[in-house]
T-cell receptor, first 115, second 112 residues
Framework: DTAVSQTPKYLVTQMGNDKSIKCEQNLGHDTMYWYKQDSKKFLKIMFSYNNKELIINETVPNRFSPKSPDKAHLNLHINSLELGDSAVYFC??????????????FGEGSWLTVV | GDSVTQMEGPVTLSEEACLTI???????????LFWYVQYPGEGLQLLLK?????DKGSNKGFEATYRKETTSFHLEKGSVQVSDSAVYFC???????????FGTGTQLKVEL
Protein backbone atom coordinates (compact mmCIF):
# COMPACT_ATOMS: atom_id res chain seq x y z
CA ASP A 1 0.00 0.00 0.00
CA THR A 2 1.47 3.33 -1.08
CA ALA A 3 1.19 5.88 1.71
CA VAL A 4 1.47 9.02 -0.43
CA SER A 5 0.60 8.47 -4.05
CA GLN A 6 0.74 10.98 -6.85
CA THR A 7 -0.21 10.81 -10.51
CA PRO A 8 1.03 11.02 -13.14
CA LYS A 9 4.60 9.92 -12.50
CA TYR A 10 5.80 11.32 -15.82
CA LEU A 11 4.32 14.19 -17.77
CA VAL A 12 5.64 15.76 -20.97
CA THR A 13 3.69 18.73 -22.23
CA GLN A 14 4.02 21.80 -24.40
CA MET A 15 4.54 25.36 -23.23
CA GLY A 16 1.29 27.17 -22.59
CA ASN A 17 -0.68 24.07 -21.66
CA ASP A 18 -2.53 23.58 -18.38
CA LYS A 19 -1.88 20.41 -16.37
CA SER A 20 -2.75 18.88 -13.02
CA ILE A 21 -0.96 16.53 -10.66
CA LYS A 22 -3.06 14.60 -8.17
CA CYS A 23 -2.00 13.49 -4.73
CA GLU A 24 -3.61 11.27 -2.14
CA GLN A 25 -2.40 10.04 1.24
CA ASN A 26 -3.86 7.12 3.16
CA LEU A 27 -2.01 7.80 6.41
CA GLY A 28 -4.76 9.84 8.03
CA HIS A 29 -2.44 12.84 8.24
CA ASP A 30 -3.75 16.36 8.71
CA THR A 31 -1.07 18.24 6.81
CA MET A 32 -0.09 17.96 3.14
CA TYR A 33 2.62 19.66 1.10
CA TRP A 34 3.93 20.27 -2.38
CA TYR A 35 7.68 20.52 -2.89
CA LYS A 36 9.56 21.29 -6.10
CA GLN A 37 12.94 19.71 -6.90
CA ASP A 38 14.93 21.43 -9.61
CA SER A 39 17.50 19.99 -11.97
CA LYS A 40 20.24 20.45 -9.35
CA LYS A 41 18.21 18.38 -6.88
CA PHE A 42 17.41 21.41 -4.70
CA LEU A 43 14.13 20.97 -2.82
CA LYS A 44 11.89 23.86 -1.94
CA ILE A 45 8.48 24.04 -0.29
CA MET A 46 5.71 25.40 -2.48
CA PHE A 47 2.53 24.94 -0.45
CA SER A 48 1.39 23.49 2.82
CA TYR A 49 -2.19 22.68 3.80
CA ASN A 50 -3.51 21.77 7.22
CA ASN A 51 -7.00 20.23 7.30
CA LYS A 52 -7.77 21.66 3.85
CA GLU A 53 -6.63 25.15 4.83
CA LEU A 54 -3.69 26.82 3.10
CA ILE A 55 -0.99 27.71 5.61
CA ILE A 56 2.12 28.16 3.46
CA ASN A 57 2.36 29.71 0.01
CA GLU A 58 6.04 30.20 -0.59
CA THR A 59 6.06 32.95 -3.24
CA VAL A 60 4.90 30.61 -5.94
CA PRO A 61 3.57 32.19 -9.17
CA ASN A 62 -0.21 32.50 -9.41
CA ARG A 63 -0.14 30.01 -12.28
CA PHE A 64 0.21 27.31 -9.61
CA SER A 65 -3.02 26.63 -7.77
CA PRO A 66 -3.33 23.92 -5.15
CA LYS A 67 -6.71 22.44 -4.31
CA SER A 68 -7.52 20.35 -1.27
CA PRO A 69 -11.01 18.82 -1.56
CA ASP A 70 -10.47 16.94 1.71
CA LYS A 71 -7.57 16.36 4.05
CA ALA A 72 -6.49 13.20 2.22
CA HIS A 73 -6.05 14.94 -1.14
CA LEU A 74 -3.97 17.84 -2.36
CA ASN A 75 -3.92 18.43 -6.10
CA LEU A 76 -1.70 20.85 -7.98
CA HIS A 77 -2.96 22.64 -11.07
CA ILE A 78 -0.54 24.57 -13.25
CA ASN A 79 -1.72 27.05 -15.87
CA SER A 80 0.19 28.31 -18.88
CA LEU A 81 3.18 26.05 -18.36
CA GLU A 82 6.64 27.53 -18.94
CA LEU A 83 9.96 25.86 -19.68
CA GLY A 84 11.16 26.78 -16.18
CA ASP A 85 8.39 24.72 -14.63
CA SER A 86 10.22 21.56 -15.68
CA ALA A 87 11.08 19.84 -12.41
CA VAL A 88 10.11 16.99 -10.14
CA TYR A 89 7.12 17.79 -7.95
CA PHE A 90 6.78 15.92 -4.68
CA CYS A 91 3.63 15.62 -2.66
CA UNK A 92 4.08 14.88 1.03
CA UNK A 93 2.13 14.59 4.26
CA UNK A 94 2.64 14.62 8.02
CA UNK A 95 0.66 14.31 11.21
CA UNK A 96 1.47 17.50 13.02
CA UNK A 97 4.26 19.95 12.61
CA UNK A 98 7.74 18.71 11.66
CA UNK A 99 9.31 21.18 14.07
CA UNK A 100 8.15 18.82 16.82
CA UNK A 101 9.97 15.98 15.11
CA UNK A 102 6.98 14.66 13.18
CA UNK A 103 8.07 12.89 10.01
CA UNK A 104 7.07 14.18 6.60
CA UNK A 105 6.33 11.31 4.21
CA PHE A 106 6.98 11.91 0.53
CA GLY A 107 5.40 10.52 -2.59
CA GLU A 108 7.51 9.15 -5.43
CA GLY A 109 7.44 12.36 -7.39
CA SER A 110 5.96 13.60 -10.66
CA TRP A 111 8.53 14.31 -13.36
CA LEU A 112 7.23 17.28 -15.38
CA THR A 113 8.95 18.20 -18.63
CA VAL A 114 7.78 21.27 -20.53
CA VAL A 115 8.88 21.40 -24.16
CA GLY B 1 15.75 32.76 8.08
CA ASP B 2 16.44 29.07 8.42
CA SER B 3 19.14 27.49 6.29
CA VAL B 4 21.05 24.23 5.98
CA THR B 5 24.52 23.87 4.55
CA GLN B 6 25.78 20.50 3.36
CA MET B 7 29.12 19.49 1.98
CA GLU B 8 29.17 19.46 -1.77
CA GLY B 9 29.28 16.21 -3.64
CA PRO B 10 29.63 13.97 -5.33
CA VAL B 11 31.34 11.81 -2.76
CA THR B 12 32.84 8.62 -4.18
CA LEU B 13 33.90 5.86 -1.80
CA SER B 14 34.96 2.26 -2.01
CA GLU B 15 32.76 -0.35 -0.40
CA GLU B 16 33.39 -0.72 3.34
CA ALA B 17 34.89 2.77 3.63
CA CYS B 18 33.78 5.18 6.36
CA LEU B 19 31.34 7.93 5.46
CA THR B 20 30.86 11.40 6.91
CA ILE B 21 28.58 13.97 5.28
CA UNK B 22 28.77 17.31 7.03
CA UNK B 23 25.67 19.34 7.77
CA UNK B 24 25.42 22.63 9.63
CA UNK B 25 22.39 24.79 10.15
CA UNK B 26 21.07 28.21 11.05
CA UNK B 27 17.65 28.35 12.63
CA UNK B 28 15.29 30.55 14.59
CA UNK B 29 14.34 28.73 17.73
CA UNK B 30 15.10 25.14 18.51
CA UNK B 31 14.89 23.04 15.34
CA UNK B 32 14.21 19.38 14.76
CA LEU B 33 16.81 17.88 12.43
CA PHE B 34 16.40 15.22 9.76
CA TRP B 35 18.34 13.24 7.20
CA TYR B 36 16.46 12.06 4.12
CA VAL B 37 17.75 9.76 1.39
CA GLN B 38 16.73 9.73 -2.26
CA TYR B 39 17.61 6.65 -4.31
CA PRO B 40 17.80 7.07 -8.10
CA GLY B 41 14.39 7.67 -9.64
CA GLU B 42 12.59 7.56 -6.30
CA GLY B 43 11.09 9.91 -3.73
CA LEU B 44 12.61 10.91 -0.41
CA GLN B 45 12.66 8.56 2.55
CA LEU B 46 13.37 9.53 6.12
CA LEU B 47 16.69 8.08 7.19
CA LEU B 48 16.90 9.39 10.76
CA LYS B 49 16.01 12.35 12.91
CA UNK B 50 16.71 14.09 16.22
CA UNK B 51 14.68 16.62 18.12
CA UNK B 52 16.92 17.89 20.92
CA UNK B 53 20.54 18.56 21.71
CA UNK B 54 22.77 15.49 22.09
CA ASP B 55 20.09 13.18 20.67
CA LYS B 56 21.50 10.58 18.31
CA GLY B 57 19.38 9.42 15.42
CA SER B 58 20.26 6.07 13.86
CA ASN B 59 18.97 3.76 11.16
CA LYS B 60 20.45 1.15 8.76
CA GLY B 61 23.93 1.69 10.21
CA PHE B 62 23.77 5.47 9.73
CA GLU B 63 24.05 7.82 12.70
CA ALA B 64 23.88 11.55 13.34
CA THR B 65 24.14 13.48 16.60
CA TYR B 66 22.39 16.78 17.24
CA ARG B 67 25.15 19.19 18.29
CA LYS B 68 23.67 22.46 19.45
CA GLU B 69 27.01 24.03 20.33
CA THR B 70 28.33 23.60 16.80
CA THR B 71 24.89 23.75 15.09
CA SER B 72 25.72 20.54 13.27
CA PHE B 73 24.10 17.20 12.42
CA HIS B 74 26.76 15.25 10.52
CA LEU B 75 25.78 11.92 8.97
CA GLU B 76 28.13 8.98 9.55
CA LYS B 77 28.36 5.33 8.64
CA GLY B 78 31.19 3.03 9.51
CA SER B 79 31.11 0.82 6.42
CA VAL B 80 29.23 1.81 3.28
CA GLN B 81 27.78 -0.57 0.72
CA VAL B 82 27.09 -0.16 -2.99
CA SER B 83 23.40 -0.08 -2.12
CA ASP B 84 23.97 3.13 -0.12
CA SER B 85 24.57 5.03 -3.36
CA ALA B 86 21.99 7.81 -3.31
CA VAL B 87 21.51 11.52 -2.63
CA TYR B 88 21.41 12.47 1.05
CA PHE B 89 19.57 15.56 2.26
CA CYS B 90 19.95 17.26 5.62
CA UNK B 91 16.86 19.22 6.69
CA UNK B 92 15.43 21.15 9.59
CA UNK B 93 12.12 22.42 10.84
CA UNK B 94 11.73 25.13 13.45
CA UNK B 95 9.61 27.90 14.86
CA UNK B 96 6.21 26.54 13.93
CA UNK B 97 7.03 26.95 10.26
CA UNK B 98 5.28 23.68 9.37
CA UNK B 99 7.80 22.86 6.66
CA UNK B 100 11.21 21.35 6.10
CA UNK B 101 14.11 23.48 4.94
CA PHE B 102 16.54 21.32 2.99
CA GLY B 103 20.23 21.47 2.26
CA THR B 104 21.38 21.14 -1.33
CA GLY B 105 21.87 17.38 -1.08
CA THR B 106 25.07 15.32 -1.28
CA GLN B 107 25.38 12.60 -3.86
CA LEU B 108 27.13 9.47 -2.63
CA LYS B 109 28.53 6.91 -5.03
CA VAL B 110 29.91 3.68 -3.58
CA GLU B 111 32.04 1.49 -5.83
CA LEU B 112 33.23 -2.09 -5.47
Amino acid sequence: DTAVSQTPKYLVTQMGNDKSIKCEQNLGHDTMYWYKQDSKKFLKIMFSYNNKELIINETVPNRFSPKSPDKAHLNLHINSLELGDSAVYFCASSQGNPDSGNTIYFGEGSWLTVV
Amino acid sequence: GDSVTQMEGPVTLSEEACLTINCTYTATGYPSLFWYVQYPGEGLQLLLKATKADDKGSNKGFEATYRKETTSFHLEKGSVQVSDSAVYFCALSSGGGNKLTFGTGTQLKVEL
